[in-house]
Nanobody, 114 residues
Framework: QVQFVESGGGLVQPRGSLRLSCVAS????????MAWYRQAPGKQRELVAS???????AYADSVKGRFTISRDNAKNTVYLQMNSLKPEDTAVYSC????????WGQGTQVTVSS
């Protein structure tokens, strides 16, 4: 099993930036493709960005060019740099595996509002 601890969310104005972090408890973290997901109120959880074990990345069309996913295997951590935030980015953001889903962590709330 693995546990995830997400952090870095908060309230930000439109066009602002945030950097999210997710620490995984699994020792072989580096072997797994990881991803960031988000869930807005009343909507299904959606995949936002993913990163392979070799650090190849992929993004949802809605965030392409604004968000950047990265990982630090030495720290068992995956990051999500979010720039040019929009109100529609408001959601709870969580990390998990890209191809293997483990129990979800608490997530971190991101609210984009003026």
């Amino acid at each position: 099993q693995v546990q995830f601890v997400e952090s870095g969310g908060g309230l930000v104005q439109p066009r602002g930036s945030l950097r999210l972090s997710c620490v995984a408890s699994r020792s072989d973290f580096s072997l797994y493709a990881m991803a960031w997901y988000r869930q807005a109120p009343g909507k299904q959880r959606e995949l936002v960005a993913s990163i392979s074990s070799a650090s190849s990345t992929a993004y949802a069309d809605s965030v392409k060019g604004r968000f950047t996913i990265s990982r630090d295997n030495a720290k068992n951590t995956v990051y999500l740099q979010m720039n040019s935030l929009k109100p529609e980015d408001t959601a709870v953001y969580s990390c998990n595996g890209r191809n293997t889903i483990w129990p979800w962590g608490q997530g971190t709330q991101v609210t984009v509002s003026s």
